[in-house]
Each structure stands twice: as structure tokens, then as C-alpha cells.
């Protein structure tokens, strides 16, 4: 692994900023699937950080399914995502739009399990009407950020709980520019891909609509923990 010193900017973690260098490397293949990591030590030495920071950079790593860690053995390279990742967005980012999203399936999921228990018709009507919308731009690959926030704030606004609605907006930012990576990647890549995306947005409707709680929950969780995981799936791509 080639290993220059970290570039310190002030906006982001060392660890965070390790884990776009190791990234870059994954991505570009100098670290090839399958690949052993050098050692905490080795690292630390090279970037010029401490272990601790070197842990923590690989903690998130492995959390992101980009490597594995082999008791007695060492880390290993898991996934290669796509080379447009960081064509999308900077490596160093990466990090931090991986935390943001794995945020949102704790508190979603508790907004989609409460619109399922509140919603009225009006409310069910409003969140198909923004799902319709986002289905129409998936299906021209030309997918709207707008779209999409507009049906997770519906079901925000079908929970009945103020409290969640000021959360996504205020989380608006961080929420955009996972999805503007998600959804460029997406349009990247095959039918399937997209079929399966609207699939899942479909069910978390349906579940809603139902009125069950549970299941709208877990339908909720298991899309954005999905989509967390397409960000890094090349294999979705091609």
C-alpha cells in the first residue's frame, strides 16, 4: 500500500481522512480484493498517526463492509466499490456520508413505524403521490434528490410527530449528499438495480398504508441499510 502523509484538513477526523486515503487505494485497485492490509503499526508509520486513530479509521472501514478483520490473522480487503464513488464525491467524505445514513435508519425507522400507527388518507395519499413522482425519475435515470426527500418527509409528517419532521430538515444536507451519490450511482447502473430500489420504497408504503407498524419499520430500515450498502457495491453497477 502506497502511503502518503495525511493532508490535515481541519473540517474532518484523521480517521476519517485515513479511511478516504485507504479508500482511494480499494477504489483504484493498488489494494486489490482479496489483498492483506499492512499492519496498525505499519500504517501509523507510514501516514504518520497514531494506532489509535489507525483503529478507528479501520473500525468504519470494516462497519462499511469495505474490509475484514481475520482474528490472528490481519485486515483484509472485502469490496471493491465503484470507481465512480469518488468521481461522485471525495474519498475523504466517504466517512462521514456512511455515518449519517446508518443515523437515519435508527430514527426512519422509528418515523415509518409511527406514520404506520397515524397516517390518515390524506397523509397515505401525499406519501404515493411523492413516491409516483420519484418512480418516474428512477425509471428516466434521471433520479431527483427533491423526489426522494419529499417522500421520507411525508412519512415524517404521517407520524404526527413534529420533532421527527425537524430532524430530516435539519438533517437536510447531510441526507442530500448521500443520495445525490446514491442515486448517480444508481443511475449508473442496471435495471435491476433501480427495479429493486423502487421495490423497496414501494413496500415501506404498503406497510404504512396497512397500518403495520412493524413491518413498515423494518421495511424502512432495511432500505436505507441497503442503500447504505449500494454506495459501496460495485457489483450493482455493472
Known sequence: MTAPKLKIKKRQTLADQLYGQVLEQIVSNKLAQGE?????????????????????????????????????????????????????????????????????????????????????????????????????????????????????????EASGNEVFIQMLDCARDAIEQGIDVAQKLTREGTQNRIDVVISEHRQILEAIRAGDAEVAGVSMAYHLLQARTRITDHAGIA
Open 36 to 156: 492483506k492490509l499492512p499492519s496498525e503499526h505499519q500504517i501509523a508509520t507510514a501516514f504518520g498517526v497514531s494506532r489509535p486513530v489507525v483503529r478507528e479509521a479501520l473500525r468504519k472501514l470494516q462497519e462499511d463492509g469495505l474490509v475484514e478483520a481475520r482474528r490472528g490473522v490481519g485486515t483484509f480487503v472485502r469490496r471493491r466499490p465503484s470507481e465512480k464513488l469518488i468521481e461522485y464525491t471525495t474519498a475523504g467524505s466517504v466517512a462521514g456520508l456512511m455515518r449519517a445514513m446508518e443515523a437515519r435508519i435508527t430514527v426512519e425507522k422509528a418515523t415509518a413505524r409511527m406514520a404506520a400507527l397515524r397516517a390518515n388518507p390524506k397523509d397515505i395519499a401525499r406519501i404515493e403521490t411523492a413516491l409516483q413522482v420519484l418512480e418516474e425519475s428512477m425509471q428516466a435515470r434521471t433520479p431527483s434528490f427533491d423526489a426522494d426527500y419529499q417522500f421520507h418527509r411525508a412519512i415524517a
